[in-house]
């Protein structure tokens, strides 16, 4: 996965982390959950703020 693939992210975080509220995390815990997830293998570098607003979002998508 890529920092890209926001949906799958998504997904694998609310798998991993099932009893987090995304609404609640912050950008720093996020970045490193989703670089932790294992099928995950890109440049941290790659990642910013807009991207991570984007996984949350998608995020608190998926478990509502």
């Known amino acids: 996965m890529k920092w890209t693939d926001i949906n799958d992210i998504a997904i694998e ?19 490193n959950w989703v670089m932790a997830l294992p099928d995950f293998n890109d440049d941290p570098k790659h990642c910013g703020e807009k991207i991570l607003e984007a996984i949350q979002q998608a995020w608190i998508d998926e478990v509502a």
């Open 13 to 31: 975080l609310s798998e991993a982390h099932p009893q987090q509220d995304p609404t609640r995390i912050n950008f720093v815990d996020l970045r």
